[in-house]
């Protein structure tokens, strides 16, 4: 296993996927108030933190495999930040055998057609390059990273977003690889119960992709009040509060 990971606690498996722009640290408050009760697996995924950088496709749901299968777990609750959201939904659909529970957090989803509004962000942020203090201002001056910018966290999060930045520059390829046909087209087969939470300030992009998720049989959605899409910062205990509330059900 080449992927850097690190597992606390005992207990019933909880896996935790960062966002994109960010890495493990993402869980640093979360996973220890998880680990008084449950085995926590938090890692950086390919191309991020301590994880070697993707020199071909990178092919996330493969990589969450093989990380199970590595630490000999069978069956695991996948809890997912935004693009760490969309690797759960997607290993869920791929492998549901080896999903017990499904925690979504302002994900992101396969498939999902973007707004016109959102493109013109990524191009701005894109044609910045190699600029990345540049980067780094238009992309956090968001209005979803706004609590998170105003918060004792701050530093560690623009921190997180430059060092993805350093590292994408050493990765061989952009390109990824995902499950097909894609998960927006298939969310009425995940069976496993789902927990999908997200903050009260996001882009509406992220809310449209909330009423994406409506489709899924046996879901649960909770919103924090007060927070944006950095909830897993700054409101860990809520955070906790409502997955082990669902898990305990």
């Not at 609750?77 to 791929?94: C, N, P, Q, W, Y």
């Amino acid at each position: 296993m080449d992927l850097y990971y690190k597992v606390s606690g005992t207990g019933k498996p909880i896996v935790l996927l960062h966002s994109g722009g960010a890495d493990s640290r993402d869980w640093m408050f979360v996973a220890p108030l998880l680990a008084k009760h449950y085995k926590v697996i938090v890692f950086d995924g390919r191309g991020a933190g301590k994880s070697p950088s993707p020199m071909k496709p990178a092919n996330y749901v493969k990589d969450l495999l093989a990380l199970l299968d590595h630490l000999e777990i069978d069956k695991a609750v996948l809890v997912g930040h935004s693009m760490g959201g969309r690797i759960a939904t997607d290993f869920t659909l791929t492998y549901p055998e080896r999903v017990s529970e499904l925690v979504l957090i302002a994900p992101a989803l396969s498939g999902f057609r973007h707004s016109q509004e959102f493109e013109d962000w990524m191009q701005k942020i894109n044609a910045a390059a190699p600029d990345i203090e540049k980067i780094v201002e238009l992309s956090l001056n968001a209005p979803l990273y706004r609590i998170i910018m105003s918060s004792p966290h701050r530093d560690l999060m623009v921190q997180m977003f430059r060092h993805h930045l350093k590292k994408t520059g050493e990765w061989g390829t952009l390109e990824s690889i995902w499950p097909e046909p894609p998960a927006i087209e298939r969310l009425e087969e995940i069976k496993v119960k789902t927990l999908f939470v997200i903050g009260e300030e996001e882009l509406s992009d992220n809310r449209g992709v909330a009423e994406c998720f409506r489709k899924v049989p046996n879901i649960h959605f909770n919103h924090i009040v007060g927070s944006d899409h950095m909830l897993t910062l700054t409101h860990p205990n809520d955070l906790y509060n409502h997955i082990t509330c669902f898990l305990e059900e």
